[in-house]
């Protein structure tokens, strides 16, 4: 600090310290109401999970009984969750599943990244009609593009693989839907 504000204070009038707590008073409010929007956001998307969680981690009993209760206030067990791993095609299902996310995670970022990074920093002819290119996928219903890739993945006779499903796994969310995954592709590995 310099010696004229250490030696000279600035002289604040009660009316201007008034509207300053006043506005650190709304500042406090709306932070915390924030905060607290924040804090039910979360709930809402981890209370589900819990509750699956526990009825996972408990007896055949505890899962059927009514009102349901979560861990730790219920027995904790294995059975039910063994249960579910011992059925037909449930580890073959989770292996798939690993496999195309590992598979769709490479492809994506091998291709958006390097697509992204050209788009933003560099000027080169086509720039924004690729762009628009992009934008336009988005305005197709989902049928009008699922019938064209199944013609392309029968030609490469990717069709029913794993492959086919992870490029369906782009990184558009309109054609994430598990309806129009199901209609592609019938993946029964």
Request: hydrophobic share 50%; aromatic share 10%; proline share 7%.
């Amino acid at each position: 600090m310099s010696a004229l504000t250490e030696n000279n204070p600035v002289q604040v009038s009660p009316e201007v310290r008034a509207i300053h707590r006043k506005m650190l008073r709304q500042q406090k409010i709306r932070r915390s109401f924030t905060y607290l929007v924040a804090i039910l956001i979360v709930l809402w998307i981890l209370i589900p999970i819990w509750f699956i969680a526990s009825m996972a981690l408990t007896t055949p009993e505890n899962v059927r009984a009514y009102p349901k209760g979560v861990l730790p206030f219920i027995e904790f067990s294995l059975t039910t969750l063994k249960f579910f791993l011992a059925s037909e095609g449930i580890v073959p299902g989770i292996i798939n599943s690993v496999l195309v996310a590992l598979i769709t995670l490479v492809l994506s970022t091998l291709i958006a990244a390097p697509a992204g990074y050209a788009t933003s920093r560099y000027i080169f002819r086509g720039r924004d009609t690729y762009r628009l290119a992009i934008l336009m996928v988005r305005a197709f219903p989902i049928v009008v593009l699922a019938i064209p890739l199944v013609v392309v993945f029968i030609n490469f006779n990717i069709f029913d693989s794993i492959y086919s499903l992870a490029l369906m796994h782009r990184p558009d969310p309109a054609h994430n839907h598990p309806d129009y995954r199901q209609r592609i592709c019938q993946c029964a590995l």
